[in-house]
């Protein structure tokens, strides 16, 4: 695992960009994916910070996805994954956090039991853990807006 560094992140989105160009896959009327990439550091950059104000520790693996440890307060996201979409997943995982703070949201604060398969198996509770994802989604979205992102 390791930490953000947006430098390192900066000279892995000109390493790509270069090896675009270099292989002929660069076209002229292709996506600016290497302006998209720096836009989407500084967003990550703003992002991480965020977290560490709210003692939530953000580490990139070779993992898939991303996921939120709310008792160790950890957030892990893949780094195999271009920084648009790590901003994006980061995102979401803030918003696990905001949703799953027992003072902020009565109806999210309290979790679900993932355990019992009896639990699990119901209706209930996949449409509860449906809820519980578009809940993070959008507070999630209204960080984005209030971070300026």
């Known amino acids: 695992m390791q930490e953000f560094d947006p430098k390192l992140w900066r000279q892995r989105a000109w390493a790509r960009l270069r090896r675009r160009v270099t292989g002929g896959k660069l076209k002229a009327e292709s996506e600016p994916t290497w ?8 967003d990550l950059t703003a992002l991480v ?5 709210k003692k939530l520790r ?12 709310p008792t160790s307060k950890e957030i ?6 271009s920084p648009p979409r790590q901003v994006a997943l980061l995102i979401h995982e803030c918003g696990h956090h905001l949703i799953g703070m027992k003072e902020h949201s ?15 198996k119901t209706f ?20 984005a807006v209030r971070l300026g992102l």
Not at 35 to 42: G, P, S, W, Y
Not at 49 to 53: A, D, F, L
Not at 124 to 143: F, I, T
């Open 35 to 42: 302006a998209l990439d720096v836009l989407a550091i500084d």
């Open 58 to 69: 953000v580490a990139f693996a070779k993992k898939v996805g991303a996921t939120y440890y």
């Open 124 to 143: 209930h509770h996949r449409v509860s853990c449906l809820e519980e994802e578009m809940e993070a989604w959008h507070r999630g979205w209204k960080l």
């Open 76 to 81: 892990l996201i893949s780094s195999r994954l």
């Open 106 to 120: 009565e109806r999210f604060g309290m979790g679900y039991p993932q355990t019992d398969p009896e639990v699990t």
């Open 49 to 53: 910070k965020w977290c560490e104000s």
